[in-house]
């Protein structure tokens, strides 16, 4: 993704004709579709620079994985600082992050946050102030470089649908963060397609109260207009706001919070976050 790009999107270029005098019929049309053959070629050179980004700096971060620790600090820091930023630029995306003061980001905990596009990740590693984990389809784990990097740096996989692959990522997540490591998910289990969100699965918070640590909810909004779900890479400038509610304790008078109870709080205060910024 390389500089703010067009921001009339390429379905203006099918407006139709007939609506149009019929002296200015031609020329106008055929300035819509220069438009939008214009945007899909810019796009694909935005792709192009995302590829080209994406394996540079994780080749660099594999790189000096080996001498970064246990924790792989360096590696995940690199992301958050130099890949992140870039692929945000290079989409034209603007970042607003709002309620950071309400996170003690020196305790681990289990950032939760509504899900709109692939993008919410560069957005998230940008807006958390400390290095930060995310849980991946296991499909990932064969992707080319993402997934060399992935698994790198700690990241954690899970397999669908399946209770057995539910129970060791809890395992798994609930180790990390007792380690004193923050995580993130997105409890939706996928990505939205038409902005609302779908129920957080209850499961997925299952480590945080078997850690013991705090449940950040996390609202992101505009990142799927920026990189919406369909559609090969159509990308468009606009803001990604992130926005940080108070954290949910897992524990409540020395007993652990139910997990139900927990993920329906988690995200009433994520939709409360985006009803504030209608």
């Not at 600090?73 to 130099?82: F, I």
């Not at 309620?99 to 958390?128: K, M, T, W, Y």
């Not at 949910?248 to 009433?268: H, I, N, S």
Request: net charge positive.
């Amino acid at each position: 993704m390389t500089g703010p790009g067009f921001q009339q999107d390429a379905r203006e270029a099918s407006v139709s004709c007939a609506a149009i005098e019929p002296a200015a019929a031609a020329p106008a049309c055929d300035a819509r579709e220069v438009a939008g053959v214009a945007w899909r070629v810019w796009n694909v050179v935005q792709f192009a620079f995302t590829l080209a980004w994406t394996a540079g700096w994780i080749t660099l971060a594999l790189l000096l994985r080996p001498g970064s620790g246990a924790r792989a600090r360096l590696p995940l820091r690199m992301a958050a600082r130099c890949w992140a930023p870039g692929l945000l630029w290079g989409a034209g995306a603007r970042l607003r992050i709002e309620g950071q003061e309400r996170i003690d980001f020196s305790r681990p905990c289990l950032f939760v946050a509504n899900h709109q596009s692939v993008i919410d990740i560069c957005a998230l590693f940008r807006a958390i102030p400390v290095p930060l984990r995310f849980l991946l389809k296991e499909e990932m784990r064969r992707v080319p470089f993402v997934g060399w990097y992935a698994c790198a740096t700690g990241m954690l996989f899970i397999v669908r649908d399946s209770a057995r692959a539910g129970a060791l990522f809890r395992r798994q997540a609930a180790a990390l963060l007792a380690g004193g490591q923050s995580l993130c998910l997105f409890p939706e289990g996928t990505r939205s397609r038409d902005g609302a969100m779908a129920p957080f699965k209850a499961g997925s918070l299952q480590s945080a109260i078997d850690a013991g640590v705090d449940v950040v909810p996390v609202a992101l909004q505009g990142a799927g207009r920026v990189l919406p779900v369909d559609g090969f890479f159509r990308v468009r400038p606009g803001t990604i706001r992130v926005g940080f509610g108070a954290p949910l304790p897992t524990r409540e008078d020395g007993r652990p919070v139910a997990r139900q109870a927990l993920a329906e709080r988690a995200q009433a205060r994520v939709q409360a976050i985006l009803d504030g910024w209608e």
